[in-house]
Nanobody
Framework: QVQLVESGGGLVHPGGSLRLSCATSRSIFSSSTMGWYRQAPGKERELVATITVGGSTNYADSAKGRFTISRDNVKFTVHLQMNNLKPEDTAVYYC???????????????????WGEGTLVTVSS
């Protein structure tokens, strides 16, 4: 059973920082684009940031300049450093793994998506 174990959420004042972490197995981590998504109350889940196996990153406009996604290839962990947090960043943050697997000798691949259970981030004074 694939597990994505998130940690690092909590309550922080506006302008503060938090670092989220998501750990998984080597087999999943080494073949996955990893990402962070979030879902605020009453809203749909949305992209925050992603990072490929090769280290290429992509950010939502709301995250650019404030959040940094990184991956630790020794500990099989992806981090999201969040700075200058705002009340509108309040949400449950979910880790996602898009696991790509080669399925035949021609190199065809399939992608399977796994989600963590989420960690709550609350930004409030």
């Amino acid at each position: 059973q694939v597990q994505l174990v998130e940690s690092g959420g909590g309550l922080v004042h506006p302008g503060g920082s938090l670092r989220l972490s998501c750990a998984t197995s080597r087999s999943i981590f080494s073949s996955s684009t990893m990402g962070w998504y979030r879902q605020a109350p009453g809203k749909e889940r949305e992209l925050v940031a992603t990072i490929t196996v090769g280290g290429s990153t992509n950010y939502a406009d709301s995250a650019k300049g404030r959040f940094t996604i990184s991956r630790d290839n020794v500990k099989f962990t992806v981090h999201l450093q969040m700075n200058n947090l705002k009340p509108e960043d309040t949400a449950v943050y979910y880790c996602k793994a898009d696991f790509r697997k080669v399925v035949n000798v021609e190199g065809a691949t399939v992608t399977k998506t796994y989600w963590g259970e989420g960690t709550l981030v609350t930004v409030s004074s």
